[in-house]
């Protein structure tokens, strides 16, 4: 069946780097993008960018660019996301959802906790 | 950036109630590409209703979508016990992509 699977949680000190997996199955993953999108806890969601992985084209949130990068490894079939120098209001559950250009997101993965303290 | 206010923050309901979920842009979302998305506590969000209206597979029938523009409702015809969730609506027509802030559906 179509999932995206993603890494599991990490815990990393203020200043760090996480880069979070998101492995596709069940579809064929040049013919979509993926979209990540994250949920501090108790708040709603938020969207941080979309790639193609068709050609690895990005569009990033405003807010975190410069901080984050989106790639994509087409021979495994898997995204990822690493958002460099966290912070605090980094720590977030991060999911990653299929999408294309201009699709609604269909297939979310199971999310992965990021907690960013000292 | 597009800005998706949802009203009411909460909706208390009982199960067999009609459910109305607003959500308004602060401008016009091109080509009616909006969705409806459903949450759960601890689970990853589900998608109800792409491009305005159009029913996600394996959605039941008892959840709609309609507008355009600038004004989009979610209605639940009859809300039954697995119904009771957060709602977020969400445009993807212009980066960057914004959900709106959410409706929780919650029972009376």
């Known amino acids: 069946q179509v999932q995206l699977v993603q890494s599991g949680a990490e815990v990393k000190k203020p200043g760090a780097s996480v880069k979070v997996s998101c492995k596709a199955s069940g579809y064929t993953f040049t013919s979509y993008g993926i979209s990540w999108v994250r949920q501090a806890p108790g708040q709603g969601l938020e969207w941080m960018g979309w790639?193609?992985?068709?050609?690895?084209?990005?569009n990033y949130a405003q807010k975190l660019q410069g901080r984050v990068t989106m790639t994509t490894d087409t021979s495994t079939s898997t995204a990822y996301m690493e958002l460099r120098s966290l912070r605090s209001d980094d720590t977030a559950v991060y999911y990653c959802?299929?999408?294309?250009?201009?699709?609604?997101?269909?297939?979310w993965g199971q999310g992965t906790m990021v907690t960013v303290s000292s | 950036e597009i800005v998706l206010t949802q009203s009411p923050g909460t909706l208390s309901l009982s199960p067999g109630e009609r459910a109305t979920l607003s959500c308004r842009a602060s401008q016009s979302v091109s080509s009616s590409y909006l969705a409806w998305y459903q949450q759960k506590p601890g689970q990853a969000p589900r998608l109800l209703i792409y491009?305005?209206?159009s029913r996600a597979t394996g959605i039941p029938d008892r959840f709609s979508g309609s507008g355009s523009g600038t004004d989009f409702t979610l209605t639940i015809s009859r809300l039954e016990p697995e119904d009771f969730a957060v709602y977020y609506c969400?445009?993807?027509?212009?980066?960057?992509?914004?959900f709106g802030q959410g409706t929780k559906v919650e029972i009376k």
């Open positions: 790639i193609s992985a068709y050609n690895g084209n990005t």
């Open positions: 969400q445009q993807y027509g212009s980066y960057p992509w914004t």
């Open positions: 491009g305005a209206s």
């Open positions: 959802a299929r999408s294309g250009r201009l699709d609604a997101f269909d297939i």
